[in-house]
Nanobody, 124 residues
Framework: QVQLVESGGGLVQAGGSLRLSCAAS????????MGWFRQAPGKERESVAA????????DYEDSVKGRFTISRDNAKNTMYLQMNSLKPEDTAVYYC?????????????????WGQGTQVTVSS
């Protein structure tokens, strides 16, 4: 089993930055695809970004391209999401997730392990 714990959420003003971390335990996730999802009140959970096991391949949802950067440190069993130029519409609970398999899906049901989520609130 893999346990995932997010941290780094909080309240920030529009235009500000936050860095989310996702620490994995129980098993090394160096061979897993990992991703960040978010869910705003009344909305479905959506993919924000994903990263291959090597870190060489990434995928971003259109609204965050150029503002968010996903990365991972397999030696630390940790994944990150650097969020810059934050907007009020980025407000949501952010979840990290891991899946056995390849890149190429943004569907939450294709991910095998999930964290509990961390709240990100961007004020205008």
């Amino acid at each position: 089993q893999v346990q995932l714990v997010e941290s780094g959420g909080g309240l920030v003003q529009a235009g500000g930055s936050l860095r989310l971390s996702c620490a994995a335990s129980g098993r090394t996730v160096s061979s897993y695809v990992m991703g960040w999802f978010r869910q705003a009140p009344g909305k479905e959970r959506e993919s924000v970004a994903a990263i291959s096991w090597s870190g060489f391949s990434t995928d971003y949802e259109d609204s965050v391209k150029g503002r968010f950067t996903i990365s991972r440190d397999n030696a630390k069993n940790t994944m990150y999401l650097q969020m810059n130029s934050l907007k009020p519409e980025d407000t949501a609970v952010y979840y990290c997730a891991a899946r056995v398999g390849r890149m190429g899906t943004r569907r939450s049901q294709d991910y095998d392990y999930w964290g509990q989520g961390t709240q990100v609130t961007v004020s205008s």
